[in-house]
């Protein structure tokens, strides 16, 4: 497979979401493999003649806090070895957590393309927010909000040229 878009991120920030947007289709793809497998959903997206392939990561197993990041850490790493291009979700009305700062790690040392996709920018004046996620020095920041579909436009043209 190629033309891989893995959505990666903590819980709660949206992944689910700009999955089902980028998908059209609600369609979620549950199987009963490993724990990983049925963790992760795939659908087909197509964008200015480009399609591609989107994962979405966890409908992570609830449990103990240790098991959660155990399990996001175990998604982000399959994401790094599968995905072409990695789109890393943030929340802005949240901020910056731990748990964004170690993904942020782990991509970091990884060869693969990563976005960094600031969720939830609903309202223009959340654009100031946006710009604390500059500091996991990952480049360039694209602030979208998957409910109303705007950013996504901007995201999605430079992530197919990859493709
Ligand atoms: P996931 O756990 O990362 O897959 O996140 P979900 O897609 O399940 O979304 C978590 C919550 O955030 C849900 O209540 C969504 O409706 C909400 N949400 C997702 N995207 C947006 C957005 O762009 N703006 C706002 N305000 N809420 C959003
Ligand atoms: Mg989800």
Do not use: C
Not at 90 to 97: A, F, L
Not at 140 to 153: A, F, P, R, W
Request: proline share 1%; aromatic share 8%.
């Amino acid at each position: 497979m190629s033309n891989i878009i893995a959505i990666v991120g903590r819980p709660n920030v949206g992944k689910s979401t700009l999955y089902n947007r980028l998908t059209e289709s609600r369609k979620a793809i549950v199987d009963d493999f490993s724990g990983v497998t049925r963790d992760r959903h795939y659908g087909q997206g197509e964008w200015i003649g480009k399609t591609f392939t989107v994962i979405d990561t966890g409908g992570y197993v609830h449990g103990s806090d240790d098991i959660f990041e155990a399990a996001i850490r175990e998604q982000v790493l399959i994401a790094i070895e599968e995905a072409s291009v990695i789109l890393f979700m943030v929340d802005v009305t949240v901020g910056i957590t731990d748990l964004d700062d170690e993904i942020a790690d782990l991509l970091r040392r990884s060869k693969k393309p990563v976005y960094v996709v600031v969720n939830k920018v609903d309202h223009h004046q959340l654009h100031h927010d946006a710009t604390v996620f500059y500091s996991f020095g990952l480049g360039e920041i694209y602030n979208i909000s998957s409910m109303t579909g705007s950013g996504t436009g901007e995201l999605l043209d430079d992530v197919v040229q990859h493709f």
